[in-house]
């Protein structure tokens, strides 16, 4: 691996001027690297981030790469990574066009990242520097305590999946409102009113008296003041302790809970652990927004190295060429999800939609198809628009609220079914739905959705660990409940309790009589063995 040479980094910052110029968003500074293709295929299990730290099921995703690539040869255009600065690799056989072309998607990439607020956890840190170090203290560990430090890894990775993303980016947002109240807002805020039931009149002359005494005595007036608090309102203290118990943010997710509050982690010995645990865990949180945003994200890039390239005078000459691999990128996928081209296609949807004023509530009310081809108030908001879902939206969000019955018919798209042909004896695919609500349910389906998992503090001791699955129509893997329980016994200490539903079919002798039922079962896991029972 090393930096592009000159010649390819003055390329990249011609193009950094005119997607600038063109109104995206980012910082100067950003660093290309030229790799192998033995490179990608050592980095991609560590999700493209060469420092991050070192575990057994990268080496396995290493090996089943190399198989991939043995079996089916490619080279890919690029890879991107969210850090400060950004960072992004290239094979080394590209022509300068084609350069050109992929500069344009990744300065699309690096815009998205610093802008949208899914990422907005990410847009200070230098997340390549940080995995370094995190790299070090996990290798330091390992010197030390040996196989068991994979062990944590291992138990901390297979409920990494489900930490408090949105509740983290919550906190972020809300900070101001979120963070320590001083105990003079305290007190004439909320003691002064609700316990000691004081008049405003009285109030006022209280806060009048506390503000002189700042201005004679400087930084010891609070103190001062609050010492005549104590003598007058010797409960302020216990109900401002209370207060502030009750404020406190709670555990996000069910690894930040196990930190904070697990008996085995705060034995003497064991207090290491919380480091390992902390580095998987924002680790997952560094990458969350990234598997949300994958169709947005490769749509806002295809967007605009189309946009960008077709005006760009060095085109002269290839233009059959970057036709032909465009094409290969953006083209629909009959079967199967390509979110380079859907994500592209919902973003000139919602221009075009902008353009021409249909984004309004007057516009949804038209039924007749005639009339809403017809419908357009040129408006020219296209751009603004598009601005605005590169901004706040995710791929959820995009394909629910734009994937309609015009965008479906404007780009013949369609859900697919299979079925047994008995004269051919083969499987062959056909039509199931040209519906909207059809096709919205399909890409929404292949979305990320992790489980949603609570503790119960009621039912969770010293001894045991309960956890609450929320059921929201899909179980969990059957497989695996037993070693994630197994690990969550050995963080807490203690048996490890999980509370779900199951889906179970009843059949009777009729095979075409099939029902479903819900059931709720609770599987415990204690001395490294697990039972279930039916609630």
């Given amino acids: 691996m090393e930096l592009i040479n000159q010649h390819n980094k003055k390329i990249m910052e011609e193009c950094k001027v005119r997607a600038k110029e063109a109104g995206l968003s980012f910082d100067n500074e950003t660093l290309e690297y030229i790799v192998t293709n033995k490179d990608l295929l050592e980095y991609t299990p560590k999700g493209m981030i060469?420092?991050?730290?070192?575990?057994?099921?990268?080496?396995?995703?290493?090996?089943?790469?190399?198989?991939?690539?043995?079996?089916?040869?490619?080279?890919?255009?690029?890879?991107?990574?969210?850090?400060?600065?950004?960072?992004?690799?290239?094979?080394?056989?590209?022509?300068?066009?084609?350069?050109?072309?992929?500069?344009?998607?990744?300065?699309?990439?690096?815009?998205?990242?610093?802008?949208?607020?899914?990422?907005?956890?990410?847009?200070?840190?230098?997340?390549?520097?940080?995995?370094?170090?995190?790299?070090r203290f996990i290798s330091s560990h390992r010197s030390n305590h040996g196989r068991w430090v994979d062990y944590v890894i291992e138990f901390a990775r297979s409920i990494d999946n489900i930490v408090g993303y949105f509740p983290h980016l919550y906190e972020i947002e809300n900070h101001d409102i979120l963070k320590e109240v001083k105990r003079e807002e305290y007190f004439f805020g909320d003691f002064l009113q609700s316990h000691v039931k004081l008049s405003e009149m009285k109030l006022f002359e209280e806060i009048e008296r506390y503000n002189k005494m700042i201005d004679t005595n400087g930084d010891l007036g609070d103190n001062?003041?609050?010492?005549?608090?104590?003598?007058?309102?010797?409960?302020?203290?216990?109900y401002f302790e209370q207060f502030i118990k009750k404020r406190k943010t709670k555990p996000k997710d069910i690894l930040e809970f196990i930190i904070d509050?697990?008996?085995?982690?705060?034995?003497?010995?064991?207090?290491?652990?919380?480091?390992?645990?902390?580095?998987?865990?924002?680790?997952s949180l560094y990458f969350a927004p990234q598997i949300r945003t994958k169709i947005i994200n490769e749509g806002w890039a295809s967007y605009w190295h189309d946009k960008l390239f077709q005006k760009d005078d060095r085109i002269n000459g290839h233009e059959v060429d970057y036709a032909r691999v465009n094409a290969a990128v953006t083209s629909i996928s009959r079967i199967g999800l390509n979110p380079y081209a859907i994500g592209l296609r919902l973003i000139n949807h919602v221009e075009d939609l902008a353009n021409e004023g249909k984004l309004t509530y007057q516009f949804q009310k038209i039924r007749d198809r005639q009339k809403r081809a017809q419908y357009d108030k040129n408006t020219n908001n296209g751009k603004e628009a598009i601005f605005m879902l590169r901004k706040y939206f995710s791929d959820h969000m995009l394909i629910n609220t734009f994937v309609d019955q015009d965008f479906v018919d404007e780009h013949n798209l369609f859900v697919t079914g299979q079925r047994f042909n008995k004269d051919s004896g083969m499987i062959e695919y056909y039509v199931k739905s040209r519906r909207a609500q059809d096709y919205k349910k399909m890409l929404l389906d292949q979305l990320y959705h992790p489980p949603y998992i609570s503790i119960n503090e009621e039912k969770t001791n010293d001894n045991n660990i309960y956890l609450v699955h929320h059921f929201e129509g899909k179980q969990l893997v059957q497989e695996m409940i037993p070693d994630t329980l197994l690990g969550l016994e050995y963080l807490w200490g203690g048996q490890a309790q999980l509370e779900t539903t199951q889906i179970v079919v009843i059949q009777d002798r009729n095979p075409q009589n099939v029902r479903y039922e819900h059931r709720r079962v609770l599987y415990t896991m204690k001395d490294k063995k697990i039972n279930s029972q039916n609630l």
């Fill in 50 to 135: 060469p420092t991050l730290y070192d575990y057994w099921v990268n080496d396995v995703g290493v090996l089943k790469e190399k198989g991939k690539y043995q079996l089916y040869p490619h080279n890919p255009y690029e890879t991107v990574i969210n850090t400060r600065p950004a960072i992004s690799f290239y094979n080394d056989n590209n022509p300068d066009w084609l350069n050109i072309m992929i500069f344009y998607h990744v300065i699309g990439h690096i815009d998205f990242f610093q802008n949208n607020h899914m990422f907005m956890h990410t847009w200070k840190d230098d997340f390549a520097g940080q995995a370094l170090a995190d790299k």
């Fill in 224 to 238: 001062l003041y609050f010492s005549e608090v104590k003598k007058k309102y010797p409960e302020f203290q216990s």
């Fill in 261 to 283: 509050n697990s008996p085995f982690l705060k034995k003497d010995g064991n207090n290491w652990m919380k480091g390992i645990l902390n580095i998987v865990r924002n680790t």
